[in-house]
């Protein structure tokens, strides 16, 4: 049952969710090559080209209610879009100042909040001529919370994730010397909150959209309860959004080192404690999806997200291997077939 699910699941994402991504992406493509500021069209092109996947995988939750929501699909490529875009504009023009960092990370908020309110992203930030692409974006997202019958009851969770990750992104791309202390002592306001992780993997957690993408899906629901909320949120916070991100860090260790980015992983001791703490959020994640309806579209989810990590090619380094085969050890059959089936698809640049 959990293999047929899985795989009518994953035949609707990849024939029916990634072609209507394809169509979005290349909206919003067409807008960012007309941009004026070339700074700002090459970040907002290149942003979009380079992380195709990150919409692709975060549009899975199109498919929560079996039908393929086509609206959704249209909020989550433009918040993450706006995510990526951001990602950017922090991380690949030599700016290095918070207060600009924050402002933009308005157009994350606002996403998040059906009024009509749009901060000046580009007050503090030293290029502005956007010629309307991220406002453009902002209300695309707003549009669809609007239509939403029980946004009400997610609207304050969302808003929650919301500052926490336009706070960890902004703090994680100040200057070098300045940057650590940062978010340590930002993730330390919060600890007390969350028991056993660390203020690394907090902010790890900070740093995914899934849990935003998934309480808009719920909000379909007239008849959404805030407990399903609640139970929700203490599934994917921290522990599905840690996870998905730790996975990201772990894939990208090497290249970050090289570059000098900032990656949450490479504050483990050594091999051992990292994939000690990735099985550690692997089973929180499940254990925690479990009581939740629809407790298999989860599952799908977190196992998902292994086979789309663990078979990207920056796994083929020896220690990546060896953490990745013990891993998927550890995972269920239903896991490994799903890598296999990924696998498949990176060698027909299907998932890229």
């Known amino acids: 049952m959990k293999l047929m699910y899985q795989s009518k699941i994953i035949f609707k994402f990849v024939k029916k969710v990634f072609p209507q991504v394809k169509k979005e992406l290349s909206y919003w493509n067409t807008k960012a090559t007309r941009i004026p500021d070339k700074v700002l069209s090459h970040q907002a092109t290149s942003s979009i080209q380079k992380k195709t996947f990150h919409a692709q995988g975060g549009c899975i939750y199109s498919l929560y209610y079996d039908d393929i929501d086509k609206e959704l699909i249209r909020f989550i490529v433009a918040l993450q879009t706006i995510s990526d875009y951001l990602d950017n504009l922090c991380d690949r023009v030599g700016v290095e100042n918070e207060k600009s960092f924050l402002q933009l990370h308005y157009a994350i908020t606002d996403s998040l909040t059906p009024n ?28 669809y919370l609007n239509i939403l019958p029980s946004f009400h009851l997610v609207q304050r969770d969302l808003l929650f994730l919301g500052k926490l990750y336009s706070e960890m992104q902004s703090y994680k791309h100040i200057e070098k010397n ?33 849990g935003m993408f998934l ?3 719920l909000s379909r629901d007239k008849n959404l309860d805030k407990n399903t909320v609640e139970k929700v949120m203490n599934a994917y916070f921290p522990y599905i959004c840690g996870l998905h991100i730790l996975l990201d860090y772990f894939i990208d260790e090497r290249e970050d080192l090289d570059t000098g980015d900032l990656n949450f992983v490479s504050y483990y001791k050594n091999p051992q404690e990292k994939e000690k703490r990735l099985l550690y959020f692997l089973k ?11 407790s298999l579209f989860h599952i799908t989810v977190i196992e998902g997200l292994l086979s789309m990590y663990l078979s990207d090619p920056k796994t083929n380094f020896e ?28 060698n027909k640049k299907v998932i890229k």
């Open 284 to 294: 929180q994640s499940l254990n925690k999806v479990l009581p939740l309806q629809n």
């Open 319 to 346: 220690t990546e291997k060896n953490i990745s085969i013990k891993i998927l050890k550890n995972s269920s059959y239903t896991t490994n077939i799903l890598y296999t089936a990924c696998k498949s698809l990176r």
């Open 178 to 210: 300045k940057r650590e202390k940062a978010l340590a002592d930002w993730a330390n306001t919060y600890l007390s909150l969350y028991k056993n992780i660390s203020a690394w993997e907090f902010s790890a957690s900070s740093g995914s959209t899934l």
């Open 116 to 143: 009509d309110i749009f901060h000046d992203y580009y007050k503090h930030y030293p290029y502005k001529e956007d010629g309307g692409y991220l406002y453009s974006l902002v209300k695309t997202c707003k549009h």
């Open 215 to 217: 309480l808009c899906t």
